[in-house]
């Protein structure tokens, strides 16, 4: 299947979500990549802006436009997050709200050359909606503030939406965040209510039903990392200290799950469309999602994946990142827009 997609991400230096970037740059044939989004989620926009950036040279990937996004959640703060730690037990990551104030260089200690656009997040996804009605499929990998600002400004664009796909949430597992609730939706759980209220036609789910899966080990790391590549350097760089005093550690690749299936849909064994929910009372479950009655109202149904070929996402992620040649085809389609004036794209 081709696809022409947003790609909306929390980036940090490496995992994940630059990987999942890196397993689709080879596949530009079959997937358009119209822009990427940035969002705080996993680091603040400008930290995660320079990791992405860094990967954009990396992989010789500079000619994909970069959009800077929502600096903030809708209204989760680092207070809130405090006062529900204290009051209802441990958060295990806060991401961009435990940020230091200093922008550090990414791996290679200096910065990219190339830079944002100037046009602000939502902006370019309002205008991309506009420009392909129908076509648009928009891949969010971190938190779903720039989704949901984008259609608070403009709800009549969501049901142009081809379909969105998202990492996030949690159906029949634990949270990975707090006992109930995965980061990205946890981070800003107003944006993805409103996002999944919203008339998007369709929406698959990969949460940590099917991320949980495939935990990766230290021997497909390192036979990765063996190709020693400009791209298999920088996962090095990121990932490998978790190796050294736990031979027996692993990570979750959870985006890089979801750039796969756009490659290769027959990667997922099990799907339900079940109706979802997500928890916005200020709780223990806060940035829960929750399967529901389906009678009930405002609940919307979701494609949510469950069960995964972990054999062949497995040989996916191998054999994509130690390619040599990241950037495969592009697309002759590529599309770009007029200069414009920034939007804030904040919610300052
Ligand atoms: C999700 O949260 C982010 O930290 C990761 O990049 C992934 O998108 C996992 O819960
Ligand atoms: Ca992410």
Redo the contacts with the bound molecule.
């Keep these: 299947m081709n696809h022409r997609i947003i790609f909306d991400t929390?980036s940090?230096v490496f995992?994940?979500?630059a990987a999942a970037l890196a397993m689709l740059l080879p596949h530009q044939d079959q997937i358009n990549i119209l822009g990427i989004t940035v969002v705080a989620?996993?680091h603040t926009v400008a930290q995660g802006t320079e990791h992405m950036l860094h990967l954009l040279e990396v992989t010789g990937a500079t000619h994909l436009p970069l959009y800077l996004g929502a600096e903030a959640p809708l209204l989760n703060t680092p207070r809130l997050a405090a006062k529900q730690e204290a009051e209802f037990g441990p958060i295990t990551?806060k991401?961009a709200f435990d940020a230091k104030p200093d922008l550090c260089p990414p791996h290679g200690g200096h910065f990219a050359t190339v830079r944002p656009q100037t046009t602000g997040a939502v902006q370019f996804i309002i205008n991309t909606l506009e420009h392909y009605p129908n076509e648009v499929t928009i891949v969010a990998?971190?938190p779903m503030t720039n989704l949901a600002m984008a259609f608070l400004a403009r709800p009549d664009l969501a049901s142009t939406v081809k379909q969105l796909v998202f990492?996030?949430g949690n159906v029949r597992v634990p949270g990975?965040?707090t006992r109930s609730a995965?980061?990205?939706i946890w981070f800003d759980p107003e944006a993805a209510a409103a996002v999944l209220r919203s008339t998007i036609p369709h929406v698959v789910m990969f949460g940590?039903d099917i991320?949980n899966q495939a935990p990766i080990k230290q021997d497909l790391f390192n036979r990765i990392v063996t190709a020693d590549t400009p791209l298999t350097r920088l996962m090095l760089h990121d990932l490998a200290p978790r190796f050294i005093s736990q031979p027996d550690a692993y990570y979750?690749a959870?985006?890089c799950i979801t750039a796969a299936w756009l490659i290769d849909p027959s990667i997922v064994t099990a799907v339900e469309r079940l109706p979802l929910t997500v928890e916005t009372e200020f709780g223990p479950t806060y940035g829960a999602t929750r399967v529901t009655s389906s009678a009930a109202r405002n609940v919307r149904l979701v494609d949510v994946m469950l069960g995964l070929d972990v054999d062949k996402f497995y040989a996916m992620y191998e054999n994509l990142l130690t390619k040599s040649n990241v950037c495969g085809p592009i697309a002759t389609n590529a599309f770009s827009f007029a200069p414009q004036p920034p939007d804030k794209g904040t919610t300052e």
């Design positions: 929390d940090a995992n994940d979500d989620g996993n990551f991401g990998l971190g990492m996030g990975n965040t995965e980061f990205n940590l991320t979750y959870w985006d």
